[in-house]
């Protein structure tokens, strides 16, 4: 929510410390572009797992809302 609250659509939101990808898919959930950087390897792992389940889940569900 906080990103939609204080960014604008053409907005890049920067994530330093990304972690889980947590802030890298809620930018991308609203439709922001979003830059993320993690050191620790099993964050980045884990972030880019995350991401990828999230983009996939979410071209999925937009699959079937344009076939109704």
């Known amino acids: 929510e906080l990103i939609r609250i204080y960014s604008n659509d053409d907005n890049l939101i920067l994530s330093p410390f990304a972690g889980s990808g947590t802030d890298i898919i809620a930018a991308f ?37 344009h076939e109704e």
Do not use: C, H, M, P
């Open 29 to 65: 959930l609203e439709g922001r572009r979003s830059l993320g950087y993690e050191k620790d390897e099993n964050f980045f792992l884990e972030a880019k797992e995350r991401i990828r389940r999230e983009i996939e889940s979410w071209q999925t569900r937009n699959e079937v809302l």
